[in-house]
């Protein structure tokens, strides 16, 4: 298991901008595939946008073009840069890491985009 811890969430205006931070325990945290997901108010949790131990990247459709995912081994984090943020992007994003054990999940961090 790993320990994650998310921060960076709050209130902003539409058309503004949060970065996301998700900070990871153990040695080995270069290694595992991280993601961020989110879940809004009477929706499943969707997947917003992964990156693997060598740095390729993968986006969630409604997010292309404006949110762009990246990771610092050498801090142990994932970072979640949030551009051109609309009222649909208001949920509860969640870290998320790949482990051999399965998949380890921070507490979750809240977003709220006002229109």
């Known amino acids: 298991q790993v320990q994650l811890v998310e921060s960076g969430g709050g209130l902003v205006q539409a058309g503004g901008s949060l970065r996301l931070s998700c900070a990871g325990s153990?040695?080995?945290?270069?290694?595992?595939?991280m993601g961020w997901f989110r879940r809004a108010p009477g929706k499943e949790r969707e997947l917003v946008a992964c990156i693997t131990a060598g740095g390729s990247t993968n986006y969630g459709d409604s997010v292309k073009g404006r949110f762009t995912i990246s990771r610092d081994n050498a801090k142990n984090a994932v970072y979640l840069q949030m551009n051109s943020l609309k009222a649909e992007d208001t949920a509860v994003y969640y870290c998320?890491?790949?482990?051999?054990?399965?998949?380890?999940w921070g507490q979750g961090t809240q977003v709220t985009v006002s229109s």
């Open positions: 153990g040695r080995t945290f270069n290694t595992y595939i």
């Open positions: 998320a890491a790949d482990v051999p054990s399965g998949r380890s």
